[in-house]
């Protein structure tokens, strides 16, 4: 099976369907903590339901879409990356992330990401990769400063949650940013 080393004992492999059980679990340990930073289709809240999210991120990958990579750190899945969007004809993705609490601040989800904009700017040729994410997400925000992203604008209040709307923040880096900058 694929597996990419981050560091220590953390390392970065694809999150399929037959990894449902494990998924539930790692929601139950992270729900609460990105529930206002993902979509809500993403947070599920029973075996059925981690079954289902990976059965349709398995089924647009299929399509050349997004697909899913989880990060294990001691053997324990504890967030992962994702190919949010896809759009091969044009060259653009967006790549988003997402740690239940315990793994933040571990230096996992930055590798993880350039590994998915390596694929993305150099393997498959894309031209741009975006991050967006809720103007309050520091973290997020500090992810993709630190990728080497531009924030290229903000879209008003284009991210309901509980009855509120929050300003979205778009970064992107192009494929020749990406590559003057890891040389």
């Not at 339901?49 to 349709?56: C, D, F, K, S």
């Not at 790549?95 to 590798?111: Q, R, Y």
């Not at 993880?112 to 997020?140: I, K, M, Q, T, Y």
């Amino acid at each position: 099976m694929f597996s990419l080393a981050l560091r220590d004992d953390a390392h970065l492999a694809p999150l399929e369907t037959w990894h449902a059980e494990e998924f539930a679990a790692h929601l139950d340990r992270a729900r609460e903590h990105i529930r206002p930073w993902v979509g809500p289709s993403f947070v599920t809240t029973d075996l059925a339901g981690a079954r289902a999210t990976l059965a349709r991120y398995a089924e647009r990958q299929a399509r050349d879409g997004t697909c899913l990579f989880g990060i294990r750190r001691g053997g324990t899945l504890v967030g992962g990356v994702m190919f949010a969007a896809v759009e091969a004809a044009t060259g653009n993705c967006e790549i988003g992330c997402w740690l239940e609490p315990a793994a933040e601040g571990h230096g996992l989800v930055t590798p993880a990401c350039a590994a998915l904009l390596d694929h993305a700017l150099v393997e498959r040729g894309f031209h741009r990769a975006e991050w967006h994410c809720r103007s309050d997400n520091e973290r997020s925000a500090a992810v993709a400063k630190r990728l080497g992203m531009t924030l290229e604008g903000l879209r008003r209040e284009a991210w309901p949650y509980e009855g509120k709307r929050y300003d979205k923040q778009v970064w992107a880096v192009l494929a020749p940013e990406w590559t003057a900058a890891k040389s």
